[in-house]
């Protein structure tokens, strides 16, 4: 049987959520062997749960799987799972542990790409905040910044709209199936995201109820995506302070727009800026510094070229660690160069998306020495 038939039938059973699942899949890595232990073993494993046991034991979710990687086959939707190249490493990173083991993907878009932004805010979005978002996406353009959003109201689609009128890659994450558009409206929205090497990803199979419990579940995906979340308007309540909340556990760099004191739809972003939670970002090149990213040089003739020809001095302090000490952990790293714990974890992810660090178990990192 299709080793896919297994990964999606573990993603579906019934009260294993994906912190379980990873930690079961620490203990044994093959879905389809989990699904071929002894019920005394999964008895072992899930002590009072014993339902979770006997799910797996009767292989009840199997059929519905096989349903589903058919239909994924179908429609051309790619079945990732956290063992496979083309799943987002930024979700297997230290800190990610409620992160999902299983992404359907429907487009072309790289989701290791080297730069990633997520961009949030409310779905009540003045015409501040979408000029707003806008201006700093226009600002990113020739960056190759992957834009990451949800596709909802407001902000959501004024930071898609943009990515893909300034050429960025851009990336939806939703918060059901890919057999349905919420909000329907946006169903030409999303087609021009698919069609332009964008992508719609959601950790949910097809026939998944649109339920607003979803959503904040779909959050977290979008926060562990970006190197960096930017919330551009928020209320004092709303899903976008959530997300926000979830990069910073994340270890992701936090920024936000500021507005106006009277403003209700600024009052969230400026609360984050006057508490330190959120960096101010006022336009593009405010965002490039908190991240730590290098505008990149044109020829006369516009086509990109990186700014790489050699380390920065905070890469080469952390080439010249790992060669020392052979592995070292984020913290570590993060103390030893004077960086924030974001910071260095945005630095890792990139310098080993360009193949001169190596991610291992256990959080540690070691550098990749040529051959």
Known sequence: MDKRVYEIALTMIPGLGSTSCRKLLDICPDPAEIFALPMSKLRELFGMHAEIAEAIHSKSSVPRAE????????????????????????LNRAGCTDAPVLLYQHGTCDLNAERSLAVVGSRRATAHGKEATRRIIEGLGGESVCVVSGLAYGIDTAAHDAALEYGLPTVAVLGHGLDRIYPPQ?????????????????EFASRTSINAGNFPARNRIIAALGDGTLVVESAKKGGALITASIAGSYNREVMAVPGRPTDVYSAGCNTLI????????????????????????????????????VLDPSEQRIVTLLTERDTMLLDELAACCGLTLPRAAAMLLEMELRGLIQALPGGRYQVLRTK
């Open 67 to 90: 349903e589903e990687l058919a239909y994924a086959d179908r429609y051309h939707i790619q079945v990732l799972f956290y063992t496979d190249d083309a799943f987002p490493r930024r």
């Open 186 to 202: 946006n169903r030409s929205l999303a087609q021009r995201i698919v069609d332009q090497g964008g992508a719609l990803v959601t």
């Open 274 to 309: 006057v508490a330190q939670r959120a960096a101010m970002v006022r336009h593009a090149d405010d965002l490039m510094e908190v991240m730590g990213w290098s505008r990149r040089a044109t020829t006369q003739e516009g086509v990109q070229v990186e700014l790489y020809p």
